[in-house]
Nanobody, 124 residues
Framework: QVQLVESGGGLVQAGGSLRLSCAAS????????MGWFRQAPGKEREFVAR????????YYADSVKGRFTISRDNAKNTVYLQMNSLKPEDTTVYYC?????????????????WGQGTQVTVSS
C-alpha cells in the first residue's frame, strides 16, 4: 500500500512557474513508476508526465513538453513536477500516481495508487 500526498499547487500568473511535490509513504517507492496527471471538471483524466523507477527515463505529453520536468528522489520518497512557462489552459487539478506493473505508461488504468490532487490556477 502506498499513500501519496501532493503539495505545491497555487495561483500563478501566465508565464510563471510552480513546483509540485508528491510525497509517498512506505519503503518501496523505488519499485513504482510515477506519473503526473491532471483533470478538469467534466473531463477525463489527462496524462502529463511519467518517470521510470530509477529516474533515468521520462516521458511527457505533447502539451507540456519543453515546459514541464518530472523528477524523483528515491531517498526522499518524492516525485516532483517543475512547471515553467505556465499557461491559463494548464489550470486544473494535478494528481500524482504510482504504478507497480510491468508496463506503466500513460493510461490512468495502469496506475495503482493516487494522491488527492492539488489545484493549479494560472491567471492571464
Amino acid at each position: 500500500q502506498v499513500q501519496l500526498v501532493e503539495s505545491g499547487g497555487g495561483l500563478v500568473q501566465a508565464g510563471g512557474s510552480l513546483r509540485l511535490s508528491c510525497a509517498a509513504s512506505g519503503r518501496t517507492f523505488g519499485n513504482y513508476v510515477m506519473g503526473w496527471f491532471r483533470q478538469a471538471p467534466g473531463k477525463e483524466r489527462e496524462f502529463v508526465a511519467r518517470i521510470s523507477r530509477s529516474g533515468s527515463s521520462t516521458y511527457y505529453a505533447d502539451s507540456v513538453k519543453g515546459r514541464f520536468t518530472i523528477s524523483r528522489d528515491n531517498a526522499k520518497n518524492t516525485v516532483y513536477l517543475q512547471m515553467n512557462s505556465l499557461k491559463p489552459e494548464d489550470t486544473t487539478v494535478y494528481y500524482c500516481a504510482a504504478g507497480r506493473g510491468l508496463v506503466v505508461t500513460t493510461a490512468p488504468s495502469e496506475y495503482d495508487y493516487w494522491g488527492q490532487g492539488t489545484q493549479v490556477t494560472v491567471s492571464s
